[in-house]
């Protein structure tokens, strides 16, 4: 079986760099779900001692900074998805003999959609 990245055997260095890359959006999330659960955690000790109400609201408006991250990196993750897809369908779709077939690899590692996908979010 060929990589879908370049026409060579399944096994290329190509495909794992790509499945490596296509993690770490996941780990990303993962992480900031991490840190809102603390954020939300360190409120609830805040309440339970009495701390002010503006020191809670500082907290919480740190919270939905963290929940908004987590939903761009969520967004672009599922862009970064659909746009894979794509590419990988048109690869498929090649007989193998264009120029555009080795490529694959560098568009995926130079796409960076965190600015488009800021941008979609403030929209």
Do not use: H
């Amino acid at each position: 079986m060929l990589c879908w990245f370049q026409n060579t055997p399944s096994g290329c260095s190509s495909k794992r760099e790509g499945r490596a890359m296509a993690q770490q959006p996941g780990r990303k999330l993962r992480n900031q779900v991490n840190y809102i659960r603390g954020q939300a955690e360190g409120v609830g000790r805040m309440l339970d001692n009495g701390s002010p109400s503006a020191d809670v609201v500082v907290q919480l408006r740190a919270m939905r900074a963290g929940i908004d991250r987590a939903l761009r990196l969520a967004l672009e993750g599922s862009a970064r998805e659909q746009l894979a897809a794509e590419l990988r369908a048109r690869v498929l779709a090649c007989p193998g003999l264009c120029d555009y077939c080795d490529d694959l690899d560098a568009i995926v590692a130079e796409l960076d959609l965190s600015e488009v996908i800021g941008k979609v979010a403030a929209a």
